[in-house]
């Protein structure tokens, strides 16, 4: 079974503060993806990552940053905390797709870290 | 970019089938569909996905008209775990050329005893 594990289900820190959030995959797969989740707004992509060292933007990235060091580890990082940040944050990750459209992108999500900041 | 319609919340008696119904009128023709499901306070967890055949796995059945203007995911005989929110996606390609999926705001079923 493939398992995505996130550092922290539950994380509170202070406005101004630098937040890092740790996602870790076991599957040895290539893309992995951060994501927000709001009531009323549901899942929006902040950033992923298709290999080791490169990261695209997704929809929202603005006051996000992300790492990508080792293929099984992808952070997000929040240099300056603020309170609109406050949301459950969500890791995935699938395998690279080689093209087409009949390539599948199930992707696996880790259970959540809910972030407050106060 | 293709977006998806649901009800926001149904319900179902246990034991019996879970018919959620998504709407995508806008889909192209080589955009797959997608049914995700989160069940409270735990990331989403893939079901099932189709293009134009309906499919079947050990989890539910997908129903896909033959405009793929929509389509329906059905749990055979729901169970109280059953209760989650259930999202149908649809794929895009980015102007990147890179693969996205779009999330909705699902729909929260609810499976009563």
């Known amino acids: 079974d493939v398992k995505v594990t996130q550092s922290s289900r539950y994380l509170v820190k202070r406005t101004g503060e630098k937040v890092f959030l740790e996602c870790v995959q076991d599957m040895d797969h290539e893309n992995m993806f951060w994501y927000r989740q709001d009531p009323g707004l549901g899942l929006r992509l902040i950033y992923f990552s298709y290999d080791v060292k490169m990261k695209e933007k997704g929809d929202i990235p603005e006051g996000y940053s992300v790492s990508r060091e080792k293929k099984e580890r992808f952070s997000l990082i929040l240099e300056s905390a603020s309170t609109n940040q406050t949301s459950m944050y969500l890791c995935?990750?699938?395998?690279?797709?080689?093209?087409?459209?009949?390539?599948?992108?199930?992707?696996?999500f880790g259970p959540g870290t809910r972030l407050t900041v106060l | 970019d293709a977006k998806t319609t649901q009800p926001p919340s149904m319900d179902c008696a246990e034991g019996r089938a879970a018919n959620l119904p998504c709407n995508h009128s806008?889909?192209?023709?080589?955009?797959?569909v997608y049914w995700y499901r989160q069940i409270h306070s735990q990331g989403p967890q893939y079901i099932i996905h189709?293009?134009?055949?309906?499919e079947t796995n050990e989890m539910a059945s997908l129903i896909i008209t033959e405009d793929r203007k929509s389509s329906t995911l059905i749990l055979p005989h729901a169970t109280l775990r059953d209760t989650a929110v259930y999202y149908c996606i649809v794929r895009y390609f980015n102007a990147g050329n890179n693969r996205k999926l779009i999330w909705g705001l699902g729909t929260s079923l609810a499976v009563n005893p």
């Open positions: 995935a990750s699938t395998v690279r797709s080689a093209g087409g459209p009949s390539i599948t992108d199930t992707q696996y």
């Open positions: 189709g293009l134009k055949n309906n």
């Open positions: 806008t889909i192209s023709g080589n955009e797959y």
